[in-house]
Structure formats: structure tokens, C-alpha cells
């Protein structure tokens, strides 16, 4: 039961801003990241991971980043990635350690060995000389 003299705490609306500072990007995170509210997309930092030249790491600044959940881990997870695709550094110190463990966590677990379906792709140069040897 709560108590009646608590205030509710309603959510703060989540922000995303990004900057580029010298040779890294840098993404402000403010606000209430909560998978129940309605979360900024990451599409513009994946633009800017995109640019031409493109920044040599991603940093994040949570000063004023209020509670978070799995909302805000999902959210990173992307960051993550489209860093990875472009081979940029992803430096999570200014992450909450909590976050950081759950990415760290996320990225650790390997596939099970066969687990994967793999599919052959044999070029097409390779399907005519098959064909050929198969008419002899």
C-alpha cells in the first residue's frame, strides 16, 4: 500500500541529442527512458555514424537521464550496432553501470553451434561448372 503523502512520479519525457565534438559523437540522454512511454527513436544517430568522415567513437552523456529499463537497454543495443556496422568505437563510460552490464551481457552470449541455419551460396560461374561435370 502506498502512502498517501508521496507524490506519484510521472514521467519525464525522454530526449535524445546528438553532437558531434571534435572527432566523436556525442548522444545526451535526458528524461525517463521507460519501455511504457514513447521513446525518441536512435534513426538520427545512426545517420550520423553514417557521415562522411565519420566520427571515430559514440559517447553518451546521462547526467540528467531520469529512471530506466529495458527501454532504454534496446534503444543502446542499436546504437551498438550501427556502430559496430561502421566500425566505430562504442564507448559506454557515460552509461549507467547497470546499462553497461546488460549491453556487455547482450553481446557475450554466442549463437549455439547450430543453432545457425547455413545456407550454401555458390556462385553462378560455380552452378554452370557442376552442370557441366553432371551432362559428362
Given at each position: 500500500m502506498s502512502n498517501v503523502d508521496e507524490p506519484i512520479k510521472l514521467p519525464r519525457a525522454a530526449t535524445l541529442d546528438?553532437?558531434?565534438?571534435?572527432?566523436?559523437?556525442?548522444?545526451?540522454?535526458?528524461?525517463?527512458?521507460?519501455?511504457?512511454?514513447?521513446?525518441?527513436?536512435?534513426?538520427?544517430v545512426g545517420r550520423a555514424l553514417t557521415r562522411t568522415p565519420g566520427p571515430s567513437s559514440v559517447g553518451f552523456d546521462t547526467t540528467a537521464l531520469g529512471?530506466?529499463?529495458?527501454?532504454?537497454?534496446?534503444?543502446?543495443?542499436?546504437?551498438?550496432?550501427d556502430a559496430e556496422a561502421q566500425a566505430i568505437v562504442f564507448d559506454d563510460r557515460g552509461l549507467p553501470d547497470g546499462a553497461r552490464r546488460l549491453i556487455?551481457?547482450?553481446?557475450?552470449?554466442?549463437?549455439?553451434?547450430?543453432?545457425?541455419?547455413?545456407?550454401?551460396?555458390?556462385?553462378?560461374?560455380?552452378?554452370?561448372?557442376?552442370g557441366a561435370q553432371e551432362l559428362r
Amino acid at each position: 500500500m502506498s502512502n498517501v503523502d508521496e507524490p506519484i512520479k510521472l514521467p519525464r519525457a525522454a530526449t535524445l541529442d546528438v553532437r558531434q565534438v571534435d572527432a566523436a559523437l556525442r548522444v545526451t540522454l535526458t528524461g525517463d527512458w521507460l519501455v511504457s512511454a514513447e521513446l525518441p527513436s536512435t534513426q538520427q544517430v545512426g545517420r550520423a555514424l553514417t557521415r562522411t568522415p565519420g566520427p571515430s567513437s559514440v559517447g553518451f552523456d546521462t547526467t540528467a537521464l531520469g529512471r530506466w529499463d529495458s527501454g532504454l537497454v534496446t534503444r543502446l543495443i542499436d546504437v551498438y550496432r550501427d556502430a559496430e556496422a561502421q566500425a566505430i568505437v562504442f564507448d559506454d563510460r557515460g552509461l549507467p553501470d547497470g546499462a553497461r552490464r546488460l549491453i556487455a551481457l547482450a553481446f557475450a552470449v554466442k549463437a549455439r553451434e547450430g543453432a545457425e541455419r547455413k545456407q550454401r551460396k555458390t556462385s553462378f560461374v560455380q552452378q554452370v561448372g557442376e552442370g557441366a561435370q553432371e551432362l559428362r
